[in-house]
């Protein structure tokens, strides 16, 4: 059974910077592609970027140009360096294993507020 596990979330201020890290265990991931979502209150889970298997990345146009994900299949860990930071990028991130069946980690909350 996959188990995802985030950290690195917490509160900063706008224009500041903060890294995500997923650490996946029960599979060795590096056949699949992963994710990073995020939800904010009353809003629906969106895509905030992504990373398949071969390291092509997506990205969601709000934050293109600040986010990069990035993957270290030797740690089973996928990153979101997240650069001028906004208010509207205040929501809870899940880390998202892509499979026959996707997998959630829990999520970390970042909260971007002067």
């Known amino acids: 059974q996959v188990q995802l596990v985030e950290s690195g979330g917490g509160l900063v201020q706008p224009g500041g910077s903060l890294r995500l890290s997923c650490v996946a265990s029960?599979?060795?991931?590096?056949?699949?592609?992963m994710g990073w979502y995020r939800q904010a209150p009353g809003k629906q889970r969106e895509l905030v970027a992504l990373?398949?298997?071969?390291?092509?990345?997506n990205y969601a146009d709000s934050v293109k140009g600040r986010f990069t994900i990035s993957r270290d299949n030797a740690k089973n860990t996928v990153y979101l360096q997240m650069n001028t930071m906004k208010p509207e990028d205040t929501a809870v991130y899940y880390c998202?294993?892509?499979?026959?069946?996707?997998?959630w980690g829990r999520g970390t909350q970042v909260t971007v507020s002067s």
């Open positions: 998202a294993l892509f499979a026959a069946r996707t997998s």
């Open positions: 029960g599979r060795d991931f590096s056949t699949n592609s």
């Open positions: 990373v398949t298997h071969g390291g092509t990345t």
